[in-house]
């Protein structure tokens, strides 16, 4: 059951960098920066991980239910 509760959030956590990346910057890169913006290279990585995070934590829990 722990299992199911962890992809969930990694499906959580994969769909807010991939809806909206610039709260994701706010929340692990904002602080290290005095400009504040996050380039165009960053959103678009940031985007890619979140489709992939999102799509491992769809499978681990799709295969962890049906088992």
């Known amino acids: 059951m722990l299992y199911v509760l ?3 959030f990694l499906m959580g956590w994969g769909a807010l960098m991939f809806l909206r990346p610039d709260i994701f910057y706010e ?3 904002a602080w290290k920066t005095r ?3 996050p ?3 960053y959103l678009r990585n ?3 991980g ?3 995070c999102f ?3 769809l499978v681990c ?4 239910l049906v088992n």
């Open 6 to 8: 962890g992809g969930i």
């Open 61 to 64: 829990t799709a295969l962890l």
């Open 46 to 48: 940031t985007r890619f």
């Open 35 to 37: 400009q504040g913006n």
């Open 27 to 29: 929340l692990t890169e």
């Open 55 to 57: 799509l491992a934590g």
């Open 39 to 41: 380039s165009e290279s």
């Open 50 to 52: 979140g489709a992939v």
